[in-house]
């Protein structure tokens, strides 16, 4: 099963009051040309279709010549509004569309809609789930109990996909719009004070793959099945460094996964795995030298934490793996910044927020960032490729093996 993900469109957006419609269009026409080429069997659009909740005739007017040239060429739609769209207004004639393969998310009403699609494995359930408030599930499931209790986004989010039919031994996609923990924003976005709005992935722990909108950069969350898939067009200046990209999807089996590349040691693995090592590689320190006095003497573990901190997340190998190190000699990791991407850690140390933690491959020799010289340095690691001992692997997985 492949399927194209895409968000957050913003169509009719101006930036610094210069209109970006003619910009639009060229990228949905390379959007097309890509979805030509790539052959999904459905397309997901996770939200912020429009910039406004009233969008311009010419907005509207680019997103029916859009969903229509979908149709046209028989691809099934699975659309969701977002905080920038009216749900009333995304959720219009949903049932008319919706027999020209075009499903447009209904207004949440303490139900969601779902669909079914099919491939040589099996059912593939897609389940749709516009943002919501708390305020809109609270008053969705007033007549429960424990709906007056629902205060929060996390508790929203979480009661919402309660309310959802999961079949669990299929395979569940989610197309939604939240503001995920460990995400990593930029400048075209509206943050919300406190960051009351984010939620735990681990909410979404019953899906095969979640396709989210809300966030402008691409970037995986906690795992690669929790993604964002960013916006098409860079509608920022801290944007202006991203390859904007459309991310595509295959889903295999329910179960199934060939191979997985990983770190090693790695307590997830469980039994019956064939572990090939790829590459034995160093966990380093490092910073920059212009903001923090770093020399060459070898330093103890523990003079480390008189720094800001800067790691990968808490649902992270690495994570468990720095903090089992610092506990091994009756220390308290408490790290100042948690993200998902060794570059961007890199890219905060450079400015001075911290010293990162990241794999010594990751350091070129001629960069401004500096390794710390430790005593007693962390034990290596290994980068593994991983494949279960009991289950067939399919043709291309053997041949790939063969080559290495």
Same mark, same amino acid.
């Given at each position: 099963?492949?399927?194209?993900?895409l968000?957050d469109?913003? %169509?009719?957006k101006?930036?610094n009051?210069?209109?970006?419609?003619?910009?639009? !269009?060229?990228?949905?026409?390379e959007?097309?040309?890509?979805?030509?080429?790539e052959?999904?069997d459905g397309i997901?659009l996770a939200g912020?279709?429009?910039d406004?909740p009233?969008?311009?005739?010419?907005a509207?007017?680019?997103f029916d010549s859009?969903?229509t040239r979908?149709? !046209?060429?028989?691809l099934?739609?699975?659309a969701i509004?977002g905080?920038?769209d009216s749900a009333?207004?995304?959720?219009?004639g949903?049932?008319?569309?919706?027999?020209s393969?075009?499903c447009?998310?209904?207004?949440?009403? @303490?139900k969601?809609a779902?669909?079914?699609?099919?491939?040589?494995y099996?059912?593939?359930?897609?389940h749709?789930?516009?943002?919501?408030? #708390?305020?809109?599930v609270r008053?969705?499931?007033?007549?429960e109990?424990?709906?007056?209790e629902?205060?929060?986004?996390q508790e929203?989010?979480q009661?919402?996909?309660e309310?959802?039919?999961?079949?669990?031994d !299929?395979r569940n996609?989610?197309?939604a719009?939240q503001?995920?923990?460990?995400?990593v924003?930029?400048d075209?976005?509206?943050i919300?004070?406190?960051?009351?709005?984010q939620?735990?992935?681990?909410?979404?722990?019953d899906?095969d793959?979640?396709?989210?909108?809300?966030?402008h950069s #691409?970037? +995986?969350?906690g795992?690669? !099945?929790?993604r964002?898939?960013?916006?098409?067009?860079?509608?920022s200046?801290?944007?202006?460094?991203?390859?904007?990209?459309?991310?595509?999807?295959e889903l295999?089996?329910?179960?199934q996964?060939?191979?997985?590349?990983?770190n090693?040691?790695?307590?997830?693995? @469980? +039994?019956?795995m064939?572990?090939?090592?790829?590459k034995e590689?160093?966990?380093i320190?490092?910073g920059?030298?212009?903001?923090?006095?770093l020399n060459?003497?070898?330093?103890e573990?523990?003079t480390?934490?008189?720094y #800001?901190?800067?790691?990968?997340? @808490?649902?992270s190998?690495t994570?468990e793996?720095?903090?089992q190190?610092?506990?091994?000699?009756?220390?308290n990791l408490?790290?100042?910044?948690?993200l998902?991407?060794?570059?961007?850690?890199?890219?905060?140390a450079?400015?001075g927020?911290g010293?990162a933690?990241i794999?010594d491959y990751?350091l070129?020799?001629?960069?401004? %960032?500096?390794?710390i010289?430790?005593?007693s340095g962390?034990?290596p690691?290994?980068?593994v490729?991983v494949?279960?001992?009991g289950?067939p692997?399919?043709?291309?997985a053997?041949?790939?093996l063969?080559i290495l």
């Open positions: 099963m492949k399927l194209i993900h968000s469109l913003h %169509l009719g101006r930036v009051e210069f209109s970006m419609i003619e910009d639009q !269009k060229y990228i949905l026409d959007i097309l040309r890509i979805i030509d080429k052959e999904p997901l912020d279709l429009y406004r009233v969008p311009s005739a010419e509207v007017q680019l859009f969903l979908l149709a !046209k060429r028989k099934p739609v699975y509004g905080n920038h009333e207004r995304i959720a219009f949903a049932h008319i569309m919706s027999s393969g075009i447009m998310s209904p207004v949440y009403d @303490g969601t779902k669909y079914c699609l099919m491939d040589s099996g059912e593939v359930w897609i749709l789930l516009p943002f919501i408030r #708390p305020s809109v008053h969705a499931l007033s007549g109990e424990s709906a007056e629902i205060r929060t986004y929203a989010v009661a919402a996909v309310h959802m039919e999961i079949e669990k !299929k996609v989610l197309v719009h503001f995920a923990v460990g995400a924003s930029c075209s976005e509206e919300t004070v406190g960051g009351i709005d939620i735990e992935v681990s909410v979404f722990s899906f793959y979640v396709a989210l909108g809300h966030i #691409p970037q +995986n969350v795992s690669p !099945k929790i964002y898939c960013g916006t098409p067009l860079k509608y200046f801290s944007e202006s460094g991203q390859q904007k990209s459309v991310t595509v999807v295999l089996e329910k179960g996964v060939d191979l997985i590349v990983c090693f040691p790695n307590s997830r693995l @469980g +039994n019956h064939q572990i090939r090592v790829l590689f160093q966990d320190f490092i920059n030298p212009e903001y923090f006095p060459d003497m070898p330093r573990l523990n480390l934490l008189e #800001p901190i800067l790691m990968l997340s @808490g649902k190998t994570s793996y720095l903090h190190a610092f506990a091994s000699q009756g220390l408490l790290p100042e910044v948690e998902n991407s060794n570059d961007l850690l890199m890219d905060l450079r400015i927020l010293i933690c794999p990751m070129s020799p001629d960069d401004s %960032l500096k390794p010289s430790l005593i962390l034990s690691r290994q980068l490729l494949y279960h001992d289950q692997l399919s043709q291309a053997e041949r790939f063969e």
